[in-house]
């Protein structure tokens, strides 16, 4: 599904590497987590990936489904299927959280050549899958995440995500600032939408939301490089032992 | 005191290519107008309350030519049940023109002068009132040589807005119109007006609101690139009265539109807005001037300018607090998204205040779009031109939501989708 080969990144506005040779695979159905300490470059490479500006890609490759990402808009990718729930999700004021998710659906749909849904079924749509996020309908009413709290910042994006149906959804520290009833629901929303044809890539920094969403792979980040990959246990042992002994080992 | 050279030519050449309408209960007021704007002058590049505006094209003794806006799209508030007074070239089409009677209100013609009208107390005289501190000299001109215009004495709650529909015709037309508003205690009206108007228009609206009275105003400039426009609202609020007036203008290299309030009786509200969509060769002037003098008032202005392709945008704004108008609560905003480094917005907020106890607040910013808002949305699947123009609509909402009526918000934003929709072709 997502393949990231010898991916290298710079900043544009100062010449510092930030990823230094990423090399990932993501297949279809399985559930990837990259854990790894702060500043190691996991936000960066979910934001080149979804197509940021301010990052260089000085070599490598990323495709996803085997379509080449990286020379794409932001929004050819997330017609592609790709999705990015942000780490920290950005306010915006003036536009309605409804009008923007119907907005949202509408251009993918269209990109893609499907007809567009009809009112009437996208408010049957979102009402369900909002419900079952626990969020009510003066959140839908609301301007795109102004003034909600973490975790509802958080809520709305697999509310986003569960709307748009991505083929393969990054989720960076979703799971950050929810409460335990809300990394529930959250867990519920991501694991509702796992299947067959989808690959999730989880960026977390605790073993607790990787309890809810199982992972198939789990990769340890450092200094811009994956520099160990396991199953499920390693998440374990970065939880009891943290990152030094890996660090190490790789040093 | 003489008037400088330069200025007393271009009055001289002005006043020269105008003739003084006919007589009728309004001559007076003309005459004591005309007076006025010997003695001050029309207003010259070096005036002062003119830095940010040059008014040499408003001024000239002939109107530049403005090409007529071709296009089929539908107008605004043509989805909108009201009572339609229509002008062509600031001339009125009875044809066009629905018959002007309606429960509540009494609508006349300034152009029908007869010798004794209700009007003639209130024309040119909250002109003349507005005229300090500050002259406003193209209101005293339009005062002296209006042409027409309407006349209404609100009396009770008018069911349907009144809508004055101004349509543009000839490259080389130059109307002078001055409506008289009188919402009498009790009254309540809402007054649309839309269109072009003319190659270059001079428009007064003099409205007196009485005590409890409520006064709405709708109005949407634009459409043709080339037209220009110098518009004056004099307003009065008595005790207790609410006064709303909203502005969009879309296209027109220039326009000026100044709005004078005087709050006079305790506890009124007065809320001046305005949304401007700019693009390349396009001037647009906001000069507010609002004056406490009454206790417990609130007054709001709220002013968003989109400007883009060297466009330019001006907010003049200032509140003045009278000694004794304790309790006033006064708030400003004007605030500019400029898409392109080529643009500007020039900004002179004001206040002024003589009494103690009193919460005023202003504001003014001019910004970028977000960057991390547009890629958020695009990253959502929203193609660029598509997040732009959200954020655009989503940047001038604080000002449309100063419009009471919601269908008329619609009215409003609908317009700008349309106007965006045209500019990104
Ligand atoms: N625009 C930028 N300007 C300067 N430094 C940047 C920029 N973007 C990223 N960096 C740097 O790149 C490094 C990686 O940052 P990134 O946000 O990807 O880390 P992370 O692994 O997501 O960290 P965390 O776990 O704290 O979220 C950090 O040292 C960060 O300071
Ligand atoms: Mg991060």
């Known amino acids: 599904m997502l393949e990231i080969k010898n991916l290298q990144v710079k900043l544009e506005e100062e010449d510092k590497q930030i990823l230094k040779g990423v090399n990932l695979?993501?297949?279809?159905?399985?559930?990837?987590?990259?854990?790894?300490?702060?500043?190691?470059?996991?936000?960066?490479l979910s934001y080149v990936l979804s197509g940021k500006d301010g990052y260089v890609v000085t070599e490598g490759e990323a495709t996803l489904g085997g379509e080449d990402i990286l020379e794409m808009e932001p929004e050819e990718r997330a017609a592609a299927g790709l999705f990015l729930a942000f780490q920290?999700?950005?306010?915006?004021?003036?536009?309605?959280?409804?009008?923007?998710?119907?907005?949202?659906?509408?251009?993918?749909?269209?990109?893609?050549?499907?007809?567009?849904?009809?009112?009437?079924?996208?408010?049957?749509?979102?009402?369900?899958?909002?419900?079952?996020?626990?969020?009510?309908?003066?959140?839908?009413?609301?301007?795109?995440?102004?003034?909600?709290?973490?975790?509802?910042?958080?809520?709305?994006?697999?509310?986003?995500?569960?709307?748009?149906?991505?083929?393969?959804?990054?989720?960076?520290?979703?799971?950050?600032?929810?409460?335990?009833?809300?990394?529930?629901?959250?867990?519920?929303?991501?694991?509702?939408?796992?299947?067959?044809?989808?690959?999730?890539?989880?960026?977390?920094?605790?073993?607790?939301?990787?309890?809810?969403?199982?992972?198939?792979?789990?990769?340890?980040?450092?200094?811009?490089?994956?520099?160990?990959?396991?199953?499920?246990?390693?998440?374990?042992?970065?939880?009891?032992?943290?990152?030094?002994?890996?660090?190490e080992e790789e040093a | 005191m003489a008037l400088p050279q330069p200025k007393q030519t271009a009055t001289d050449a002005r006043l020269a290519a105008l003739d003084l309408p006919e007589g009728?209960?309004?001559?007076?007021?003309?005459?004591?107008?005309?007076?006025?704007?010997?003695?001050?002058?029309?207003?010259g590049a070096r005036d002062e309350y003119w830095k940010y505006t040059r008014p040499d094209t408003l001024v000239a003794a002939e109107a530049p030519t403005a090409a007529v806006f071709q296009g089929d799209e539908p107008l605004v508030f043509d989805g909108v049940e009201r009572l339609k007074i229509v002008f062509r070239d600031g001339v009125f089409d009875a044809e066009a023109s629905d018959p002007l009677a309606l429960e509540n209100i009494e609508i006349a013609r300034l152009a029908d002068a007869a010798d004794i009208h209700w009007a003639q107390d209130l024309y040119g005289k909250l002109e003349e009132d507005g005229q300090t501190p500050v002259e406003r000299p193209l209101a005293a001109l339009n005062t002296t040589f209006a042409t027409d215009g309407i006349l209404m004495r609100v009396t009770g709650k008018v069911s349907k807005p009144v809508a004055l529909i101004y349509y543009h015709e000839s490259e080389t037309s130059d109307a002078i119109l001055h409506h008289v508003v009188k919402v009498e205690e009790g009254g309540d009206v809402t007054v649309l007006e839309n269109g072009p108007a003319a190659a270059r228009f001079n428009k007064v609206m003099e409205v007196d609101v009485a005590d409890g009275a409520g006064f709405h105003h709708i109005r949407a400039q634009g459409r043709d690139h080339e037209r220009r426009?110098?518009?004056?609202?004099?307003?009065?609020?008595?005790?207790?009265?609410?006064?709303?007036?909203?502005?969009?203008?879309?296209?027109?290299?220039?326009?000026?539109?100044?709005?004078?309030?005087?709050?006079?009786?305790?506890?009124?509200?007065?809320?001046?807005?305005?949304?401007?969509?700019?693009?390349?060769?396009?001037?647009?002037?906001?000069?507010?001037?609002?004056?406490?003098?009454?206790?417990?008032?609130?007054?709001?202005?709220?002013?968003?300018?989109?400007?883009?392709?060297?466009?330019?945008?001006?907010?003049?704004?200032?509140?003045?607090?009278?000694?004794?108008?304790?309790?006033?609560?006064?708030?400003?905003?004007?605030?500019?998204?400029?898409?392109?480094?080529?643009?500007?917005?020039?900004?002179?907020?004001?206040?002024?205040?003589?009494?103690?106890?009193?919460?005023?607040?202003?504001?003014?910013?001019?910004?970028?779009?977000?960057?991390?808002?547009?890629?958020?949305?695009?990253?959502?699947?929203?193609?660029?031109?598509?997040?732009?123009?959200?954020?655009?609509?989503?940047?001038?909402?604080?000002?449309?939501?100063?419009?009471?009526?919601?269908?008329?918000?619609?009215?409003?934003?609908?317009?700008?989708?349309?106007?965006?929709?045209?500019?990104?072709?």
């Open chain 2, 24 to 43: 009728g209960w309004s001559a007076p007021a003309r005459q004591s107008a005309l007076a006025r704007l010997q003695a001050m002058g029309l207003p």
């Open chain 2, 229 to 425: 426009a110098a518009t004056h609202i004099f307003a009065r609020l008595g005790a207790e009265s609410t006064f709303k007036t909203f502005t969009l203008t879309v296209n027109g290299v220039l326009t000026r539109n100044e709005c004078v309030v005087e709050l006079t009786g305790d506890d009124a509200v007065c809320h001046i807005a305005g949304a401007c969509m700019g693009d390349g060769d396009f001037h647009h002037d906001d000069t507010v001037f609002v004056t406490h003098d009454a206790v417990n008032c609130e007054s709001r202005q709220v002013f968003k300018k989109v400007l883009r392709n060297g466009a330019t945008g001006v907010f003049q704004g200032k509140i003045l607090v009278k000694q004794g108008a304790q309790k006033t609560d006064g708030y400003q905003i004007s605030q500019s998204l400029l898409l392109d480094e080529d643009s500007q917005f020039l900004a002179k907020p004001e206040l002024e205040i003589y009494a103690d106890d009193v919460a005023c607040s202003h504001g003014s910013t001019s910004g970028a779009i977000d960057e991390d808002g547009l890629f958020y949305l695009r990253a959502r699947g929203l193609p660029r031109g598509i997040a732009e123009d959200l954020l655009t609509i989503a940047f001038i909402a604080e000002a449309v939501q100063e419009i009471e009526d919601e269908s008329l918000q619609e009215e409003i934003v609908g317009r700008v989708e349309a106007w965006l929709l045209r500019r990104r072709g």
């Open chain 1, 88 to 247: 920290y999700p950005v306010e915006i004021p003036g536009v309605g959280n409804m009008t923007f998710l119907r907005t949202a659906v509408n251009a993918q749909r269209k990109a893609r050549g499907d007809e567009e849904m009809s009112s009437t079924e996208f408010l049957k749509v979102v009402r369900e899958k909002a419900k079952s996020l626990k969020i009510d309908a003066e959140m839908l009413k609301r301007p795109v995440n102004v003034g909600f709290s973490g975790g509802e910042k958080k809520r709305n994006e697999i509310l986003q995500m569960a709307m748009l149906e991505p083929k393969m959804c990054i989720l960076d520290e979703t799971d950050s600032g929810l409460d335990v009833d809300a990394m529930k629901l959250v867990s519920d929303g991501v694991n509702a939408l796992r299947d067959e044809g989808r690959g999730f890539l989880v960026i977390t920094h605790y073993q607790r939301l990787l309890d809810h969403i199982k992972p198939d792979v789990v990769h340890i980040m450092y200094d811009g490089r994956i520099i160990k990959t396991g199953g499920p246990e390693l998440a374990l042992e970065v939880e009891t032992q943290g990152y030094a002994h890996l660090i």
């Open chain 1, 25 to 44: 695979t993501v297949e279809a159905g399985k559930v990837h987590a990259i854990m790894g300490p702060n500043g190691s470059g996991k936000s960066t």
